[in-house]
């Protein structure tokens, strides 16, 4: 058995070589800045829900798992020299406003003023702007980093809705892979009462659900739950369910999918090395987040079952493992915003396979600006009938 054990132990470390390399740091924490409006591009007001158990700060939320939902509210600013798709962070200590994203308020709540606070704050906005993005991380995330990547996809989209980050207990840890998957699916429940909470809160608004890598694992299974409860449209709330890099085993999608029966859009990239990874690590069987696009009888297959695919692998951007391309590439993080500024959100009704996406944005986000279409150009729509 010991003989087993270092074996694993070999071929584990053989197998996140390349991405221990990617990883190294110091876990990040969020230290309370001050920042002058000279200073700063903007801030970013998030709400947040997790599953995570209290820290003292400047951690707030740690990797462990709480047995009930804790609320938050955080302001964060951006900084003046911030370039859309960057996040700009300190390698260690706290952070300059002037150079990075930083914190400036951090508030724990209780259920009640955190619920009253989110309904003022969506109706103190215009009518067509009361809507709410929920942010599901992934593996190897810590609080402060999925705090810090959100603000980010905030500002760089132009949401104008209420950011809900929705945190849970992954360690932020590249060797707690199998400790991360089992936390978010300890989460599903916290999330489906969450999905409901903000339903039920929203008034004529809607809500949207962006997931990245294993939180899209929590999220599929979440929706799946609902379905099976009889309302896995939260009371005809949930607009638009957005699967970036989605580390789900394709066969395991397939079958969730058969339960969901709701479209759901998936970011994928051929390229992706974080999911090569998890490919290997879980007995060699494809990630849907790594189809590709000469796959085509897998792609007229999750068609059918109502997954929009959209091909990022031929779009560049600053994520060495091409894991985040969905937050890191301008190009596709300002697709998302204007997308879902649409009423109808970032489904597409009638592109298919080989349509450019440039294509398509020009005709659609004219009123919200005239460089989209040539800005999204290298994404390929490669499936997208309802």
Request: charged share 25%; proline share 6%.
């Amino acid at each position: 058995m010991i003989g087993v054990a270092v074996r694993f132990r070999v071929l584990l470390l053989a197998l996140v070589a390349p991405l221990l390399l990617a990883a190294c740091g110091t876990p990040r924490v969020l230290d309370i800045s001050e920042a002058s409006r000279q200073e700063i591009a903007g801030k970013v007001e998030i709400y947040v829900a997790t599953t995570r158990e209290t820290s003292p700060p400047p951690v707030y939320f740690d990797g462990e798992r709480a047995p009930k939902l804790a609320f938050a509210k955080l302001e964060i600013t951006v900084p003046r020299i911030h370039k859309p798709g960057q996040l700009e962070l300190p390698a260690s200590g706290p952070g300059d406003p002037a150079k990075h994203f930083t914190a400036i308020n951090i508030q724990r709540l209780d259920l009640a003023p955190v619920v009253a606070d989110v309904r003022r704050e969506i109706l103190r906005r215009p009518a067509g702007e009361r809507d709410v993005l929920v942010f599901v991380h992934g593996y190897n995330t810590n609080f402060a980093d999925a705090v810090y990547r959100f603000a980010q996809i905030v500002y760089d989209s132009g949401f104008k809705g209420v950011p809900v980050l929705f945190s849970w207990p992954s360690r932020g840890q590249l060797l707690a892979y199998p400790y991360d998957r089992e936390s978010a699916y300890y989460s599903r429940d916290f999330l489906e009462a969450n999905l409901r909470g903000i339903a039920r809160d929203i008034g004529p608004g809607r809500m949207d659900i962006l997931a990245h890598s294993m939180g899209t694992i929590l999220t599929l299974e979440t929706l799946r739950q609902a379905a099976i409860r009889g309302d896995g449209t939260f009371g005809g709330k949930l607009r638009d369910v957005m699967l970036a890099a989605p580390d789900v085993d394709l066969d395991v999608f397939k079958t969730l999918m058969h339960v969901i029966r709701r479209p759901v859009t998936v970011f994928v990239s051929a390229d992706d090395r974080a999911l090569d990874f998890s490919r290997r690590f879980a007995g060699d069987k494809t990630r849907l987040g790594a189809v590709s696009a000469k796959d085509t009888e897998t792609i007229a297959e999750l068609e059918k079952l109502g997954a929009h695919i959209i091909d990022l692998s031929e779009v560049s951007s600053g994520d060495g493992l091409n894991h985040a391309k969905f937050a890191s590439s301008p190009k596709v993080v300002q697709l998302i915003g204007n997308r879902l500024r649409q009423d109808r959100g970032i489904g597409f009704a009638g592109p298919q396979l080989g349509d450019r996406l440039g294509d398509i944005a020009g005709g659609v986000v004219g009123t919200v600006g005239s460089t989209v279409g040539l800005v999204v150009s290298p994404v390929t729509i490669i499936s997208g009938a309802q």
